[in-house]
């Protein structure tokens, strides 16, 4: 446990200010507990520090680096899956008050955000001058895109895999870094906007990287533009095959913004309104009247000619697929377009039911069948059994989505726990360890639970050697994220 | 009920973090979190902390009661997180202030002389309760008679809070206006219990419910009007934990247009101005009523209604809620300035809030600095620590615009005392 007398918390006072640092448990808890880690181990930080700059954070690096203690970088804190969890104690460093949007870059279609800015303030912000991010559509809006990056894979809404253009990073050792173009001195300003400078992209390196190579402090992020035609649209699919065929040759068409897939019961679980969601009987009629697959997609264009096109190429795939368009009404139709519109409350209703763990697989869209029977041949087998609100034992709820556009899907699995049962709560404790190490066997990383650590093992020893190599040499003090990718750095 | 009856609320935030944004328009919804920077602040953290006590992983402490209590309960927090994942986090907060109350440890130290005064006084003020009445012409007069339809429960911010007393005249003007037959209970009327509610007490609560339930039931009045936000709204909620409340309760903003549509209540006269409605939390959020002050507003001719960006659900509270106006004016007075700079941004030439004496109180100290608290307050703030400071000498401390050298070109006017100007 800190004190207020410890030389970090004092030294940290001086350069965030007194209001800012606090080592009250009272404080510390609510950063380190998440949806997924109230059924594992709890660790609890020493400190919470929140810098309002990044020279602040660069402050607080250097006096980590004199003081030994561990740092765990955490954006605007909309964690569900134990990956920000302080294994090592040291300080949670806060990130929301870095929360401006530097410039929105018409030109360019660029935004120059903070670590601190959510993806529905991007969103809003970005709308004024008609351009939007992507990723739309699922995803905790309340969060951020700086957080989801660095979280990489395994993190939800991250549909953003390619489009980072440059950043500005606090390595471990307290200096300020900066990616593409940006690198060249004097051109953070004037040219940040090439994502590569000289030599690899190094963007790479941040990504996914839960802090342990520095703590990301700005991010020059793709914009896309808000045509004169965005167009919700719903395709109905009768099981996993078809909907996997349709979503990968929509996909392929390259005019859609944006496509998710849902299984019937994530899709109630996004339209219900909250009344509904508490009403069993009105839940079950709303999961009755649903398709068994949910395929959404956006049409963004110029004008109506170029729309018919449009839905002309996308009626031929799907019904290739055994889709078919499909229309609703009331809230359902209301609550699946709001989906697209960088509405916080839709866009994480899917986190309505019990907490969950999100299980993950990313491969090719052939081998998405493979991975449902897997997990569900997993379930059947640890007797593992998951109810909706209306009351009716469920399959899991999925998320699909074509990762990077087209190499990869990414299937999500909601493995969901009642937390007031504790024999669920072990169940799912024994079930997510085998889950993580049959998915391994399809190359799925997963950055779930801390789960990340643990696979390692799997890797090819040079890669894990060349990571574990920058690792030290950035970071010799071993400040930054201890135990969060490395069991033992 | 307590905090273990709550556990199927507090085991279940996801944290997802949508009571900390403004789903619409992606701003700020909680003073507290905004103001004091630690997630244990917004409504994500303090479930946190509800949720680390059950589990034994905290303890009651003084560290845990100034974070339940630094909170406006404005219910910003309750109103996203039901939107988005279906749960009211608002009452796990109220359900710890009850606990932290009954162990001693709340509430803040300066809101307690509002409990002393309730319990000894019957009113929150120190006022003698004999007093009420005193700001009608003929108080004997309009004592509530058996037979008659309409009560009038006056409240003790109207009764005797100095500048809400003009509310007070206001309503019974618009009353007589439309030949509503209206009587007041004078000094048969006990606090509605809010103040004391928000604080955590509830057998003191409890006990000025049930006197109110009784008395008013037996006059066998069929609808009972308030112009305060905070009285309406536990008369229509939570009285109903200590009795059974006859009457159908309305807000002036209701009744008025009630009447209005009834042709009873004739708007004649014009206010040519640019306004902005504020949604006071204890009638937006916590009764629904968001409609009315705005169909009645918009029946005034030469209004021009303009929006400011967090209306309805999202409105930025004005500060003073919570007991925040007694223990922490400053901050208070930070949060209304905020809301002032909304609707000066949104172009408004006037502010009107909804019928709430505690929101004009606190604009007033944003802009005028905390003169008026010393009256509102009188020997009540007195007896709190924290609010010494800005009596006497005190009260010349700037205001946050005169802080920033700033004016607010902006009036700020009742709904109440605005529809009495205009019929």
Redesign the interface.
């Known amino acids: 446990m800190g004190s207020s007398q410890d030389e970090f918390f004092k030294e940290a006072v001086k350069i965030v200010g007194e209001?800012?640092v606090?080592a009250?448990?009272?404080?510390i808890?609510?950063?380190c507990?998440?949806?997924v880690s109230?059924a594992l181990k709890?660790y609890d930080s020493d400190y919470?520090v929140?810098p309002g700059t990044a020279e602040e954070v660069q402050g607080i690096v250097k006096l980590a680096n004199k003081t030994k203690t561990p740092l765990y970088p955490y954006s605007?804190?909309?964690?569900?899956s134990g990956a920000t969890s302080p294994r090592k104690g040291g300080a949670v460093v806060?990130l929301r008050?870095l929360n401006r949007i530097h410039k929105i870059d018409q030109e360019t279609r660029t935004a120059t955000i903070e670590p601190g800015v959510?993806w529905?303030?991007l969103?809003?912000?970005a709308k004024k001058v008609g351009l939007e991010p992507l990723p739309l559509g699922g995803g905790?809006h309340?969060?951020g895109p700086v957080g989801n990056f660095n979280l990489g894979g395994g993190s939800t809404g991250s549909m953003d895999m390619n489009d980072v253009v440059s950043l500005e990073a606090v390595l471990p050792n307290g200096e300020i870094f900066r990616t593409g173009s940006a690198a060249f001195q004097g051109m953070e300003e004037t040219n940040p906007y090439f994502r590569i400078a000289w030599g690899p992209n190094m963007n790479e390196l941040f990504r996914g990287s839960m802090g342990i190579f520095g703590i990301v402090t700005k991010m020059i992020r793709r914009l896309v533009p808000v045509r004169a035609i965005e167009e919700p649209i719903q395709i109905a699919f009768p099981d996993i095959e078809s909907v996997v065929g349709g979503m990968k040759d929509v996909t392929q068409l390259g005019i859609c913004k944006q496509i998710v897939a849902t299984n019937r019961y994530q899709t109630a679980a996004i339209a219900a309104t909250?009344d509904v969601?508490?009403d069993q009987a009105e839940f079950a009629k709303l999961e009755d009247s649903l398709p068994e697959f949910l395929m959404m997609a956006k049409i963004s264009c110029h004008n109506e000619k170029q729309a018919e096109v449009y839905r002309e190429l996308i009626n031929d795939a799907i019904t290739k697929n055994n889709g078919k368009l499909i229309t609703f009404e009331g809230y359902v139709k209301e609550s699946l377009d709001m989906l697209w519109g960088?509405?916080?409350?839709v866009a994480?209703?899917y986190?309505?039911h019990?907490?969950h763990l999100m299980a993950f697989v990313y491969v090719p869209p052939h081998m998405i069948p493979g991975a449902m029977r897997l997990a569900h041949s997993l379930l059947d087998k640890f007797d593992y059994k998951m109810t909706s609100s209306s009351g009716r034992t469920i399959p899991p709820r999925i998320w699909l989505a074509p990762w990077e556009r087209t190499e990869c899907f990414m299937m999500e699995y909601d493995i969901e726990f009642n937390?007031?049962d504790q024999e669920q709560i072990d169940k799912f404790r024994k079930f997510m360890p085998v889950y993580f190490q049959e998915t391994m066997k399809y190359g799925s990383a997963q950055a779930s639970a801390g789960f990340f650590r643990q696979m390692e093992p799997g890797l090819l020893p040079s890669y894990s050697k060349l990571l574990r190599d920058i690792k030290k040499s950035i970071d010799p003090n071993g400040i930054m994220a201890p135990s969060q990718v490395f069991k033992d750095l | 009920m307590a905090l273990e009856d709550l556990k199927s609320q507090i085991y279940h935030c996801s944290k997802c973090g949508a009571c900390r944004v403004a789903y619409r328009q992606s701003l700020p919804t909680c003073p507290a979190g905004e103001h004091f920077g630690f997630e244990s602040y917004f409504s994500i953290g303090r479930t946190a902390i509800a949720r680390a006590i059950l589990d034994g992983d905290l303890e009651w402490n003084e560290k845990v009661r100034d974070r339940v209590y630094n909170c406006t309960l404005c219910g910003a927090c309750d109103a996203h997180c039901y939107a988005a994942m279906g749960l009211h986090p608002l009452q796990n907060y109220l359900e710890m202030r009850r606990e932290l109350f009954n162990r001693g440890l709340g509430p803040m130290p300066a809101s307690m002389p509002l409990v002393e005064s309730t319990k000894t006084h019957d009113n929150p003020l120190m006022a003698n309760n004999k007093d009420r009445g005193k700001w009608l012409k003929k108080r004997e007069d309009k004592k509530i008679k058996q037979g008659q339809d309409v009560l009038f429960f006056v409240g003790c911010a109207l009764e005797f809070d100095p500048s809400a007393t003009a509310m007070a005249k206001a309503t019974a003007s618009l009353l007589d206006k439309a030949g509503v037959d209206w009587g007041v209970l004078n000094e048969e009327e006990v606090c509605c219990g809010f103040p004391i509610y928000e604080l955590g007490c509830e057998e003191e609560f409890g006990r000025l419910a049930k006197t109110n339930i009784d008395k008013i039931n037996s006059l066998g009045v069929k609808t009972i009007v308030s112009a305060c936000a905070g009285c309406q709204m536990v008369m229509k909620k939570d009285w109903n934990n200590y009795g059974d409340l006859k009457p159908e309760v309305l807000h002036i903003s209701e009744f008025a247009l009630r009447l209005a549509k009834e042709g009873k209540l004739k708007i004649t006269k014009e206010y040519k101005k640019k306004i902005a409605y504020h949604d006071p939390c204890t009638l937006g959020r916590y009764t629904d009523v968001y409609d009315e002050p705005r169909e009645i507003l918009k029946m005034i001719p030469g209004i021009e209604m303009v929006t400011m960006e967090r209306e309805r659900e999202e409105a930025w509270c004005c500060g003073a809620g919570g007991g925040q106006v007694l223990a922490d004016p400053e901050w208070s007075a930070e949060t209304a300035m905020q809301r002032i700079e909304e609707a000066v941004e949104a172009g408004a030439e006037a502010l009107v809030v909804g019928g709430c004496p505690t929101c004009n109180m606190n604009f007033d100290m944003a802009i005028h600095g905390y003169a008026n608290m010393a009256k509102v307050f009188g020997k009540v703030a007195e007896k709190a620590p924290v609010a010494l400071k800005f009596m006497g000498a005190g009260q010349k401390l700037a205001s946050p615009f005169m802080k920033r050298k700033k004016k607010a070109d902006i009036e700020i006017v009742d709904l109440v005392e605005l529809l009495d100007r205009v019929t």
């Open positions: 209001k800012y606090s009250d448990r009272e404080d808890i609510p950063y507990r998440d949806e109230q709890a919470v929140v605007y804190g909309t964690n569900l806060v008050r959510t529905s303030k969103i809003f912000e905790p309340t969060g909250s969601f508490h960088g509405s916080s409350v994480i209703h986190l309505r019990e907490p937390p007031e």
